[in-house]
């Protein structure tokens, strides 16, 4: 009996260990830290259809009055600055290859990642080095669009989807539609925005933490007021319009969740209790 126990112990023990050691690292930041913003979200809205059998499947872009990218870093700003300790340098970045490439490695390998912590790229964090030197920055927050499976599924598989915006699906066509549409609803539209808010320590690149807007498992709530007499195919603002408080929505809430667990925004508890402060759990 005694013996049983002691592996038991062993064993627990040596899985908290485990478990310890693939944590991210939990920062306290001290009072001036330099915070760089890096956006690089696009102006552009999506539209995904999808159908069964794969018929009549497409994906088109288009031009909205939105205006995301300044909403995200507006939202993301108000944030950090309840936590008055910090100073927020926006980062640009001009070059169409220098964004394509963080991206990539920075938002959505690191968003994607089998690893706990994920795996930086070496290519991104030599990037993100080079942007972010001139503004002497001590942590880095890049938010941006990536593709990737989505809550949306045909069948077991996850739909895969980049950017946000709107998410049609019709599960059934031609006569099987006429038949079936009056008693059950084969069609639906959700607004969907695939983001992703990334924090990383400087010097080296360490990652800190991160938050995503569309994740495994969200309640998927379809939007009721969709006009399906519109054209599918060439949508006309006032459908796509539908989508965008949603998507505002999803937005605002990773941004809290990522600066919540990475610490560089007060959780709702430590406002409600203190007023002021750091808070949050420790990064995941």
Request: glycine share 6%.
């Amino acid at each position: 009996m005694l013996r049983c126990s002691i592996a038991f112990l062993t064993c627990t023990m040596f899985f908290f260990f485990i478990f310890a050691c693939t944590k991210s690292p939990k920062f306290a930041f001290t009072q001036g830290t330099r915070v760089g913003i890096v956006n690089l979200l696009e102006s552009e809205a999506t539209h995904t259809n999808f159908t069964s059998f794969g018929q009549n499947n497409f994906t088109k872009t288009y031009a909205v009055s939105w205006q995301i990218p300044s909403y995200a870093e507006d939202k993301l700003i108000t944030q950090l600055k309840k936590n008055t300790d910090l100073t927020v340098v926006k980062i640009k970045v001009s070059d169409p290859s220098k964004q394509k490439a963080l991206r990539l490695n920075m938002i959505e390998r690191v968003l994607l990642s089998e690893t706990a912590p994920p795996t930086i790229p070496p290519e991104g964090a030599r990037l993100m080095e080079t942007i972010s030197d001139p503004e002497n920055v001590e942590v880095v927050i890049i938010i941006g669009s990536y593709f990737g499976p989505s809550p949306y599924k045909s069948g077991e598989n996850p739909i895969f989807l980049e950017g946000y915006g709107l998410f049609t699906r019709i599960l059934l066509r031609g006569i099987f539609e006429k038949v079936f549409g009056g008693l059950l609803s084969f069609r639906k539209a959700y607004a969907f925005a695939q983001i992703g808010v990334v924090v990383f320590r400087l010097q080296p690149v360490i990652y800190i933490g991160s938050a995503k807007t569309s994740s495994k498992g969200r309640p998927l709530r379809p939007l009721n007021d969709f006009d399906w007499n519109a054209d599918i195919n060439d949508l006309p603002e006032s459908e796509l319009d539908k989508a965008k408080p949603k998507i505002e929505q999803y937005i605002e809430e990773a941004i809290k969740n990522a600066l919540q667990v990475t610490n560089l925004a007060p959780s709702e508890a430590s406002l409600e209790d203190t007023g002021s402060g750091i808070g949050g759990a420790p990064a995941r």
